[in-house]
C-alpha cells in the first residue's frame, strides 16, 4: 500500500511538472481565460482590465513590539565550606530568564544539586524558593541562594 502511494504520487508530480499544472494548498490559478465570444461590429465592446498582477499584495506588516533588552548582572562569588558559588542572572524587563553558574565547585557530589536550583530558582523568578524536596546539600543551597541574592540585588 504504502509502495503504491508513492508511485501515485511521483506519478502525479511528474505530470503536473509536464504540463505545468500546480498541484495542492500553494497552486496558483492558471493564466487560462477563455476567449471573449464575438460580438456585432455595431455593439461597441468593453476590453476587460486586468485588475492585478495575480499574485496577492501585502498589506504593510505591523512594526514589531520593542523587545524588553536583556539585562545582566553578575554575583561576588560566594566561598562556603565545599567550593565557590558565582551565578550572572540575566533579566529581560521584570522576568530572570536565565542564571549562568560562573562558578559552582562542591564536592563529593554536592555539584549536582546546581541545575536543580537553577531550575527552581527560575521558576519562582527570585531567591526565595522550596528547597524542602532537597537533602544533603545545604550548604550549596545556602551558598547559591546567597549568591542569586547578592546578583539580583544588583538590578
Known amino acids: 500500500m504504502r ?3 508513492q508511485v501515485l504520487m511521483g ?3 511528474l505530470a503536473s511538472v509536464i504540463t505545468g499544472i500546480q498541484l495542492g494548498a500553494h497552486a496558483k490559478p492558471s493564466g487560462f481565460s477563455p476567449s471573449p465570444t464575438p460580438t456585432d461590429n455595431n455593439t461597441p465592446t468593453e476590453t476587460p482590465v486586468p485588475t492585478g498582477s495575480g499574485t496577492p499584495t501585502s498589506s504593510p506588516s505591523p512594526k514589531p513590539k520593542p523587545t524588553a533588552v536583556s539585562v545582566s548582572h553578575t554575583s561576588d562569588p560566594v566561598y562556603y565550606r565545599y567550593g565557590v558559588v558565582q551565578l550572572t542572572v540575566v533579566k529581560s524587563g521584570s522576568t530572570i530568564t536565565d542564571i549562568r553558574l560562573d562558578q559552582a565547585t562542591a564536592t563529593n557530589g554536592r555539584s549536582s544539586a546546581f541545575s536543580y536550583l537553577v531550575s527552581l530558582a527560575l521558576s519562582a ?3 526565595s524558593f522550596d528547597t524542602s524536596m532537597m ?3 545545604t550548604f550549596t543551597t545556602d551558598a547559591f541562594v ?3 541574592d547578592n546578583a539580583l540585588n544588583q538590578f
Do not use: N
Open 3 to 5: 509502495k503504491s502511494s
Open 11 to 13: 506519478a502525479m508530480t
Open 125 to 127: 523568578q527570585s531567591q
Open 135 to 137: 537533602s544533603g546539600a
Open 146 to 148: 546567597q549568591a542569586l
